[in-house]
């Protein structure tokens, strides 16, 4: 079975651009989530979506949203790029709904912002 | 405010010793624990967990030990191997909910 991939894995961007990474979750994983990865900060949940739906948000911005598609691709769209976005961006997916399944991570998508 | 802390940044351990890696949380209605392991340019796979209804899980050369009087758990590995250099990453759910994950600790294993 392919892992999670994430498209693209490195990405250089300027302040007040715009930017969508994507997430191919495990074939029949229907939960996709989002975490967003800095130094001394570890993981911050972003979103979670499930058959289309956000299901969970974590404490981010506006600027930060998502979406999910019927084969449960997800893309995460970042607006207005700040200095302090540059992370590692990683998606997760899961077979069901509940958080205390394992959650298969992809390689993550390594961020510039200049 | 971090609800799940890892204390220790880095830790380094000589090969076939035991290593221990520790993690406090704030949130007592924390349910679901589980540890994520995660080398350079990949993400982090699953390691271990355990639930809050058990006070230990064991894996091969991995144990999660959770004490939930103290709001502490714990890995150990035994015997650590240099293939275990890693960063490793504990995290914790509430009734299914988001993961909320520590911010990792550094573990070198020396040959």
């Known amino acids: 079975k392919a892992g999670v991939t994430q498209t693209p894995r490195y990405l250089i961007k300027t302040r007040g651009q715009q930017v969508t990474l994507s997430c191919s979750p495990i074939?029949?994983?229907?939960?996709v989530s989002w975490y967003q990865q800095t130094p001394g900060q570890g993981l911050q949940f972003l979103f979670e979506?499930?058959?289309?739906?956000?299901?969970n948000k974590g404490n981010f911005p506006g600027r930060f949203s998502g979406r999910q598609f019927s084969n449960s691709r997800s893309e995460m769209n970042v607006s207005t790029l700040e200095l302090g976005d540059s992370a590692l961006y990683l998606c997760?997916?899961?077979?069901?709904?509940?958080?205390?399944?394992?959650?298969?991570f992809g390689p993550g998508t390594r961020l510039t912002v200049t | 405010d971090q609800q799940v802390k890892q204390n220790s940044p880095s830790l380094s351990v000589q090969e076939g010793r035991i290593s221990i890696l520790n993690c406090d949380y704030t949130?007592?209605?924390?349910?679901?624990f589980l540890w994520y392991k995660k080398y350079p340019a990949e993400g982090p796979t699953f390691l271990i967990s355990?639930?809050?209804?058990?006070d230990k899980n064991e894996d091969g050369r991995f144990t999660v030990f959770l004490n939930k009087s103290a709001k502490h758990l714990s890995l150990h590995i035994v015997p650590s191997q240099p293939g275990d250099s890693a960063v490793y990453f504990c995290?914790?759910?509430?009734?299914?909910?988001?993961?909320?994950f520590g911010a990792g600790t550094i573990l070198r294993v020396k040959s």
């Open positions: 355990i639930s809050s209804i058990k």
């Open positions: 949130n007592s209605m924390f349910d679901y």
């Open positions: 997760a997916s899961s077979p069901g709904s509940a958080w205390n399944y394992e959650q298969y």
């Open positions: 995290a914790a759910s509430e009734d299914g909910n988001k993961l909320v």
């Open positions: 074939s029949g994983h229907r939960s």
């Open positions: 979506y499930f058959s289309e739906t956000q299901r």
